[in-house]
């Protein structure tokens, strides 16, 4: 007789949980930086959802996941090679080159590693594709991946589906997460919420302060 499967929204465990945080890159969030988007202002949508939503509410992940012992993990756009010669076919033809030494590349120093925590860079859209995630996190017996960061309907879509697939019980928390528009974001939401629960800052914070204090 098979298991009882688990629910998406199932309790987290404790030394099983992961908070990825997806290309939170000064290149995408500091206004002036992306080429692509040079007639985006400050108050453009994407910058002002980013500045005022998005990076708080990370920051609120990161706190509480830190002080719960929860495994953070960050994921940015970035080139193994300074002529981008290692990047995916898609990201040549797009074209997306960011080399390892271009300062802007970095992650925000308002949500930037801390410690020892993993930086992985990658070179397309899912992070499952171009690195070792799916190692790492079988090796440190994950079995909770939490995800945050941008762009919602792009490398934040294929984290979910690329991680749902491998096996993982993974947990988007929506208004951590930004896309260019606000019909891209919910359209994004509603495409992939069947592969992980949709959550939100509150309540996965909630459940983070929960296990440090079980701790």
């Given at each position: 007789m098979n298991p009882t499967l688990p629910r998406r929204d199932e309790?987290?465990?404790?030394?099983?949980?992961?908070?990825?945080?997806?290309?939170?890159?000064?290149?995408?969030?500091?206004?002036?930086?992306?080429?692509?988007?040079?007639?985006?202002?400050?108050d453009h949508y994407f910058y002002r959802?980013?500045?005022?939503?998005?990076?708080?509410?990370?920051?609120?992940?990161?706190?509480?996941a830190r002080a719960a012992g929860v495994e953070v993990l960050h994921t940015i756009i970035q080139s193994l090679t300074e002529d981008g010669r290692d990047r995916s076919l898609d990201h040549k033809l797009t074209p997306i080159h960011i080399p390892p030494s271009l300062a802007a590349g970095r992650p925000s120093p308002a949500v930037a590693p801390v410690g020892d925590e993993i930086l992985l860079p990658k070179t397309?859209?899912?992070?499952?594709?171009?690195t070792n995630l799916d190692y790492l996190l079988r090796n440190l017996?994950?079995?909770?991946?939490?995800?945050a960061g941008i762009l919602t309907d792009q490398c934040v879509d294929m984290t979910v589906r690329d991680g749902a697939d491998r096996g993982f019980l993974v947990t988007c928390v929506a208004d951590a997460c930004?896309?260019?528009?606000?019909?891209?974001?919910?359209?994004?939401?509603?495409?992939?919420g069947g592969y992980c629960w949709v959550s939100d800052t509150a309540i996965v914070a909630a459940r983070f302060e929960a296990m440090a204090r079980e701790a």
């Open positions: 309790p987290f465990r404790r030394n099983e949980t992961a908070l990825l945080l997806v290309d939170m890159q000064r290149i995408w969030l500091e206004p002036g930086l992306d080429p692509d988007h040079a007639d985006w202002g400050p959802q980013t500045r005022e939503t998005v990076i708080p509410n990370q920051q609120r992940l990161l706190a509480t397309s859209s899912g992070v499952f594709n171009s017996g994950i079995r909770h991946l939490v995800v930004a896309a260019p528009t606000p019909e891209r974001h919910a359209n994004a939401l509603k495409a992939f």
